[in-house]
Structures are given as C-alpha cells and as structure tokens.
C-alpha cells in the first residue's frame, strides 16, 4: 500500500542514548517533515525538507538532526536522548506548491519514551 | 506567528446528532486549510482540504467551510455514527514549504 513508512513504532532510550527515526513515502512527494506531538500542545513541527539533499529548521529543532540523502527517505536523528524529548513523532509527505494536491499524508507515528 | 485554536476541546453528542467543530486562525494569509482525524494511538487522517480561494468541500457526511478574512474555519458533521469518535484536528497551510501550523483538536465521543 502507497504511503508513509515509519520505524520503529516504538522506542525506550536511556538519557543520553542517540537513535534515528526513519521514514519512508513510495508517493514521489517532494516535500517531507517531521512533527512531534504532546499533550495540549498539539503537533509542532521539528524539521523539514523540501527535496532531496536539502532540509530546515522547523519550530522546534534543538536536540535533532536530520538528513534527507534520497528522496524517498527522511531520517531523524537524537545524538543525546533527553526525557523532553519524550513523545510521538509523526513524519509526513506533501507533493509540494507544484503538485496536484498540497495535502499531507502521515505515518502512523512513533512514540519514543526517554527515561 | 500563526496560531490555531479549536473550540471546542471535547465535545460528547448522542448518535444521530448534527455538529459543528470550531477552528481559529490569527493570520488570513493561508494557502490551504485542512482537517484531520486521529484516532486513539494512530496517526493522522486527511478528511478535507480547503483551499485558499474555496469557500468549502464537501465528503460524504462531512463538510468544511473555510472564511479566510475572519480567520474561521468549521466542520459539520451530519448525522453523528459512534464510529465518529476522534479527534479532529484542523491545520493551516500558510505557504512556505507547505508548513502546517495546528491547533490541538477536538475529542469527539458519539455516545449510543
């Protein structure tokens, strides 16, 4: 089924432990982004790429990385795991300004629980 | 900076009923809206995308209306189904990279 990939789906790190979260669209989107959510505030966006080779700071950066070497992956990166860093992340895909459909489509999440 | 704010936070209707969920936006400039459903654990759902010159869209039961020079946004729903139980979820495109901005939903529960 076409769509976006995420994994892992879940995930307990110590303090200071690094991991990536991938995702994966099969859509041809230019655009992907990665969002966390948390209670009461809703999702807020951390990065984003809006093609291949490139990425930006989104409204909520500091603590991650990220890297989009091909057009079909974005991965996010935490070098040094902190327990706000606690939540669900959510990646998603957009055709872009230049496609037939500006909608977003999303993963199913991932919920990361630093300890 | 855009803000977006859902009235109201939880709402619990009998099944059957029509309802209206609220969404606020603070800068008209947008270039689409849209509205999402989530339900427990899972990830989002597109349901309608408005766009900027739109007044609203319609999907099976569903229905969305979009003022941009009041910054309002609703979403009818006819004829409630507890298999509507959700949050729903209204965001806005404001152009730049296609970045949304949302607001932290309604909860939604269809009692029989």
């Known amino acids: 089924n076409a769509g976006v990939t995420q994994t892992p789906k879940f995930r307990v790190l110590k303090t200071g432990q690094s991991m990536t979260l991938l995702c994966a669209q099969d859509?041809?989107?230019?655009?992907m982004y990665w969002y966390r959510q948390d209670p009461g505030m809703g999702l807020r966006l951390i990065h984003y790429?809006?093609?291949?080779?490139?990425?930006a700071k989104g409204e909520v950066p500091d603590g991650y990385n990220v890297s989009r070497l091909k057009k079909q992956n974005f991965l996010l990166g935490l070098e040094s795991a902190a327990p706000s860093q606690t939540s669900v992340y959510f990646c998603?895909?957009?055709?872009?300004?230049?496609?037939?459909?500006?909608?977003?489509?999303f993963g199913s999440g991932t919920r990361l629980t630093v300890v | 900076k855009q803000e977006v704010t859902q009235i109201p936070a939880a709402l619990s209707v009998p099944e059957g009923e029509n309802l209206v969920l609220n969404c606020s936006f603070t800068?008209?400039?947008?270039?689409?809206l849209q509205w999402f459903r989530q339900d427990p654990g899972k990830g989002l759902t597109s349901l309608l995308l408005?766009?900027?010159?739109?007044r609203e869209q319609t999907s099976g039961r569903l229905n969305a209306s979009l003022d941009k020079s009041s910054g309002r946004s609703t979403l009818y729903i006819a004829a409630s189904q507890p298999g509507d139980s959700a949050t729903y979820l209204c965001?806005?495109?404001?152009?730049?990279?296609?970045?949304?901005?949302f607001g932290t939903g309604t909860r939604l529960q269809v009692t029989l």
């Open positions: 790429s809006v093609g291949e080779g490139t990425t």
């Open positions: 800068d008209s400039a947008i270039y689409n």
């Open positions: 998603a895909s957009s055709y872009g300004s230049g496609g037939p459909n500006y909608g977003y489509t």
């Open positions: 965001a806005v495109n404001t152009g730049t990279a296609s970045k949304l901005t």
């Open positions: 408005i766009q900027s010159s739109q």
């Open positions: 859509m041809n989107h230019e655009y």
